[in-house]
């Protein structure tokens, strides 16, 4: 096994004061941005940090989910709340892999479309479950019950179904959530929240895994 086999350490995130140094205004301007992101809005602390922990499920930085957990928790954020979270992200992420079947489905029936990505791809999703009924309804219960009301309410969970939609980068899943949000009476100012607040967590995720790099260049 090599020496250095371990990736990611949580002592490792100290060296992130390097980049501080070698990037320095550029990193401050970041640090600035990541501060007024998460802070009080038209979206609580609470509701933010809950969206924070979303994206980072869906980003894989480890990092984020451990500082974020902690400033949810420090928020009188509840595990049975951060739990839900996590749920509406798996869901999400699991959705856009989903939606995409549709672009797939295009493919494989040679559909000749210079265009990508249209609305109305969105209703070859029923052949899904016609193709393989018993686990595209079983994949259609977790996502209605991930994203019904509890610990949450139903417009904060679609609060956090845009951020995530947002970093999987799935525009069928930004389109019905968006429309969703709205639907729950959440304003165009919450909604470009929350979307801020996905921003700074991809940008996040990105300079955390700056500790990687330095890691690699040094060894």
Known sequence: MLQNDSLYKKSDFRRLAEMSKLSSESYR?????????????ELSEKLKEAIAVAVAHTTGCPHCIDNHVKAFKKLGGAKEEMAEVIMVATALKAGSAMAHSVNALNAYDEIEDDELYRASYFNRLKEMGQ????????????????MKAGLFTAKEKELMAIAVAHTTGCPYCI???????KKAQATKEEVAEAII???????????????NALNAYDH
């Not at 600035?32 to 809005?41: H, I, T």
């Not at 607040?197 to 500790?211: D, E, F, I, M, P």
């Open 175 to 181: 389109d019905i959530h968006t429309k969703a949000a």
């Open 131 to 146: 193709l393989d009924g018993e686990r595209f309804k079983a994949f259609a219960q977790f996502d209605q019950q991930a």
């Open 197 to 211: 607040v996905a921003t700074a967590l991809k940008a996040g995720s990105a300079l955390s895994h700056s500790v």
């Open 29 to 41: 301007k970041f640090t600035e941005f990541d501060k007024q992101a998460l802070s009080e809005g």
